[in-house]
């Protein structure tokens, strides 16, 4: 490998390994916002059927998050 490719390819394995980082740090906040907005529905009526619904949506959410999370995290460390 060239030197000129080989910097080529450091680059993009730097800007990969930002651009996972910046979508792990994305994720993260929505986790950090999904499980706010639960808590806040725990306090609600449970009987309430907007209640349940918003709560079985966000649970759908975050668990999405996590999972998108977590891929992200393995990829990252894959990579290095």
Do not use: F
């Not at 680059?11 to 999904?34: C, F, P, Y």
């Not at 709560?55 to 990252?76: C, F, H, P, Q």
């Amino acid at each position: 490998m060239e030197i000129r490719e080989k910097r080529k390819a450091d680059r993009q394995i730097n800007m990969d390994h930002k651009l996972i980082q910046d979508g792990a740090t994305q994720l993260s906040r929505e986790v950090e916002v999904l499980e706010s907005w639960l808590g806040e529905l725990e306090r609600e009526d449970s009987l309430d059927q907007a209640v349940a619904d918003a709560r079985v949506a966000y649970n759908d959410m975050l668990r999405s998050r996590r999972e998108m999370l977590d891929a992200l995290l393995s990829l990252d460390k894959s990579r290095n």
